[in-house]
């Protein structure tokens, strides 16, 4: 089989088109800690789940750039950790979904 740069951003090393995957611990951590910073908006419980967010979309992020199993997944990671790095430097704030 041919290798193509379709098939190097595209595929993992069985040969399948992965955009997506099953969301992995760090994600759901992020995903869990985001929704109840929505609910639990004020004190140091908020602040605890605002870093709790930020730590596991962190790593998601680093663990896909990392060991992605594609270059789209890896470009995926670095673009994350890019705009998480952003985010906290300009003040936005993507742990509860809002830009």
Do not use: C, H
């Not at 290798?3 to 088109?17: A, M």
């Amino acid at each position: 089989m041919k290798n193509t740069l379709f098939d190097k951003i595209f595929r993992d090393s069985d040969g399948n088109i992965v955009i997506a995957q099953m969301p992995n611990l760090p994600i759901i951590v992020w995903v869990t800690a985001s929704l109840l910073k929505l609910v639990l908006t004020t004190g140091q419980i908020n602040t605890g789940l605002d870093a709790l967010a930020f730590g596991s979309l962190f790593t998601w992020a680093w663990l896909e750039l990392f060991q992605g199993v594609n270059y789209f997944r890896r470009a995926l990671g670095l673009g994350v950790l890019i705009g998480v790095m952003v985010s906290r430097t300009v003040g936005i704030d993507i742990g509860s979904f809002s830009l």
